[in-house]
């Protein structure tokens, strides 16, 4: 297909699905957004294309800055906020030839897993007739990609939210090993955690997407230097790339919450690998347990700390009326316009960050992060290019290459059982998912088709299986997954 009948069948798309609320602000210009893909489609004719992404159209996560859009978070705080400045992201997508076509949907601040905790409406997941959660905080991200709004979207992850609306709704997602992707630009949720992400239907154009975004910046503390780069590099052509993958089963994954179809899945596709010649091990990853719990004191403890300036006076929309009582000047603006996910968590990390609680909470989990990180470390061949050390121990022959198991334990609750869910209910969402953003590890999630007996078993049609790899292996990712999809396991069902 031609990039001009592509651009067409993208904009003609998001009108038809437009009540799916994929997008908070999209560009007005379509007139002008096909002139540029009429000129990127000259420039390919004439073989002269700027790369790969050139005249290809992307969606981007509403809490990245751009200067032609504004940048809400999908929050009443910043609903008339625009940037003055463009994210790194951003920049490197536009000098690749990427066109922006819009802001997708989120929850607020990047906080939940359903993309319902909005200011905004709630972004809807095309399958199980539009009932059915998108999966967060990159919901409107995913939703765009599965319905061909776009030929990619940028998300973000902290704890799952790239990989999760990507399970949910049949697509591909991508969260890099942390710090690969500059984060200049993203409005911030936990500074340790937040990974700039990638879903589209498949994982050619991830990479594609990847290789133009990844890369040093200087503007970003925590972004890896090239030497570091280099040192990953060497480490990983050291392997040998042409003998059998030796793939890790993390046994603590296997849960009595896995519900079955999910269990069916992993398990088929485990074997098919196995047809194939590889490895497959089971490891034992024993702080997984305890991962959750400490991903959610660590990310609002964060959080609390990074959204103390929308005041209404730094950052954010003020209240006319503001209540000054007890001498806090911005108490009325914070509560009118932070939702109550938003809420909470600043509570919960304003708590764990007091005096009286440091170290029962934060200190306690970031002990449990370091364990969590040297789990993995432990059972994969590969040497964390990071550290100096290598726990537990030493045989890269008795490691492992690339780890797989489910992204979700379920398949996408109704939106109306979202609403009537707990906050613990809800938290569980993430349970495979915050294992390997503790870590900062890669990981991918490709769809998987739901099957019992070789029988359609669901109305969702795919499930999201995770493939986590070593920090800075993402390219291993990219080849297993390759095969995962030539070996046919995914379909394609938006029912």
């Not at 490895?279 to 959080?303: F, H």
């Not at 990074?306 to 929309?317: I, M, P, Q």
């Not at 198991?405 to 609750?413: A, G, I, N, Q, Y």
Request: charged share 20%; aromatic share 6%.
């Amino acid at each position: 297909m031609s990039l001009l009948r592509e651009a067409e069948k993208f904009i003609g798309n998001q009108k038809t699905y437009k009540a799916l609320n994929a997008f908070i602000s999209k560009t007005k210009d379509d007139v002008g957004l096909l002139s540029r893909v009429r000129e990127a489609h000259n420039r390919a004719e004439a073989g002269q294309s700027w790369s790969p992404l050139d005249g290809k159209i992307i969606a981007i996560k509403d809490n990245i800055c751009t200067t032609a859009l504004p940048t809400t978070c999908a929050s009443r705080m910043l609903k008339d906020y625009t940037s003055p400045y463009d994210a790194t992201v951003i920049k490197k997508l536009e000098a690749a030839g990427a066109l922006i076509v819009g802001k997708t949907g989120m929850d607020e601040f990047g906080m939940g897993s359903h993309s319902m905790n909005s200011f905004f409406d709630d972004v809807k997941n095309p399958r199980g007739n539009g009932q059915a959660s998108a999966g967060g905080s990159s919901g409107g991200s995913a939703v765009a990609v599965a319905t061909e709004q776009c030929i990619a979207a940028i998300g973000t992850d902290t704890g799952g939210s790239v990989r999760l609306p990507a399970a949910y709704t049949g697509v591909v997602g991508f969260k890099p090993s942390y710090g690969m992707v500059s984060r200049c630009g993203i409005v911030a949720y936990a500074n340790s955690l937040d990974t700039v992400g990638i879903l589209a239907t498949k994982c050619d154009i991830i990479k594609s997407v990847f290789d133009a975004i990844n890369g040093y910046d200087k503007r970003d503390p925590t972004s890896i230097s090239n030497e570091t780069r280099s040192r990953i590099t060497d480490l990983s052509a050291a392997r040998n790339k042409g003998h059998r993958l030796r793939i890790g089963v993390p046994i603590e994954y296997n849960v009595q919450e896995l519900s079955s179809s999910i269990r069916n899945a992993w398990v088929n596709t485990l074997r098919q690998l196995d047809t194939q010649g590889h490895c497959i091990r089971k490891v034992s990853l024993s702080t997984t347990r305890n991962a959750l719990s400490a991903y959610y004191v660590l990310a609002p403890a964060e959080a609390s700390s990074n959204l103390a300036k929308y005041d209404g006076v730094r950052y954010g929309t003020r209240e006319d009326e503001d209540d000054t009582s007890g001498g806090v000047l911005f108490a009325g603006t914070r509560g009118k316009n932070f939702g109550e996910e938003v809420k909470r968590r600043i509570l919960l990390g304003t708590y764990s960050l007091s005096a009286e609680a440091i170290d029962n909470y934060f200190l306690q989990a970031q002990a449990v992060r370091r364990c969590v990180q040297d789990d993995f470390n432990s059972v994969f061949a590969l040497a964390n290019p990071l550290q100096d050390r290598r726990p537990h121990n030493e045989g890269a022959l008795e490691g492992v290459d690339v780890l797989i198991c489910p992204t979700t334990p379920s398949e996408p609750p109704s939106r109306k059982e979202v609403k009537s869910q707990s906050t613990l209910q809800a938290y569980m969402n993430d349970v495979f998912t915050v294992p390997a953003s503790l870590a900062g590890l890669p990981a991918l999630t490709v769809p998987v088709a739901l099957k019992q007996d070789g029988v359609d078993n669901s109305t969702i049609g795919t499930t999201g299986i995770q493939l986590i790899a070593q920090y800075g292996d993402d390219q291993l990712l990219f080849d297993l997954a390759k095969v995962i999809e030539e070996l046919g396991l995914g379909r394609n069902n938006r029912s």
